[in-house]
T-cell receptor, first 113, second 112 residues
Framework: DVKVTQSSRYLVKRTGEKVFLECVQDMDHENMFWYRQDPGLGLRLIYFSYDVKMKEKGDIPEGYSVSREKKERFSLILESASTNQTSMYLC????????????FGQGTRLTVV | AQSVTQPDIHITVSEGASLELRCNYSYGATPYLFWYVQSPGQGLQLLLKYFSGDTLVQGIKGFEAEFKRSQSSFNLRKPSVHWSDAAEYFCAVSRSNYQLIWGAGTKLIIKP
């Protein structure tokens, strides 16, 4: 079974904390994604990585950074968490073929208090 | 601009009734199209995909979708819904750089 694993299902952090969300895939996929999901807004792309150490900003990168030091792992970093970053975060991976689907992790529900 | 539109935010259907969820896309090249389902508190699961060939594609859980190039549509259908189909459904199209463009989602509510 293919798998994308996010390190936490639920997180509660304080305003100003540095937060790390980890994502690991076991499919040797080139492409990995971090999305934020809020009610009524669908999935919004935060960052995208197409190779180790390579990244591209998505639609809403402000307040976030990412790290991809190994092919299987893609980390999302909130440098200084704020309450408006309370959301569901979804990680996905995808092979380098246009006719293949993206595989998703279970999501991390982050609450910043 | 490339975009995906799901015009219905919510749809309510009686159990056993048929279902059609609408998806329209705007994309210049040959589209690679996907439908995903998200159960509450979960990640997204692929229902079906289209990239070439027969324009009627079959997916999991009894779903199917029809690609209509002339209408730029990729509507999802199911002949008879079950209470377990209550979820949010997302349509997406692939960009050439492997990013996916997502619709805003349609929440399906099943009436007993």
């Amino acid at each position: 079974d293919v798998k994308v694993t996010q390190s936490s299902r639920y997180l509660v952090k304080r305003t100003g904390e540095k937060v790390f969300l980890e994502c690991v895939q076991d499919m040797d996929h080139e492409n990995m994604f971090w999305y934020r999901q809020d009610p009524g807004l669908g999935l919004r792309l935060i960052y995208f990585s197409y190779d180790v150490k390579m990244k591209e900003k998505g639609d809403i990168p402000e307040g976030y950074s990412v790290s991809r030091e190994k092919k299987e792992r893609f980390s999302l970093i909130l440098e200084s968490a704020s309450t408006n970053q309370t959301s569901m975060y979804l990680c996905a991976s995808r092979a380098g073929l246009l006719n293949t689907e993206a595989f998703f992790g279970q999501g991390t529900r982050l609450t910043v208090v | 601009a490339q975009s995906v539109t799901q015009p219905d935010i919510h749809i309510t259907v009686s159990e056993g009734a048929s279902l059609e969820l609408r998806c329209n896309y705007s994309y210049g090249a040959t589209p690679y199209l996907f439908w995903y389902v998200q159960s509450p508190g979960q990640g997204l699961q692929l229902l079906l995909k289209y990239f070439s060939g027969d324009t009627l594609v079959q997916g999991i859980k009894g779903f199917e979708a029809e690609f209509k190039r002339s209408q730029s549509s990729f509507n999802l259908r199911k002949p008879s819904v079950h209470w377990s189909d209550a979820a949010e459904y997302f349509c997406a199209v692939s960009r050439s750089n492997y990013q996916l463009i997502w619709g805003a989602g349609t929440k399906l509510i099943i009436k007993p």
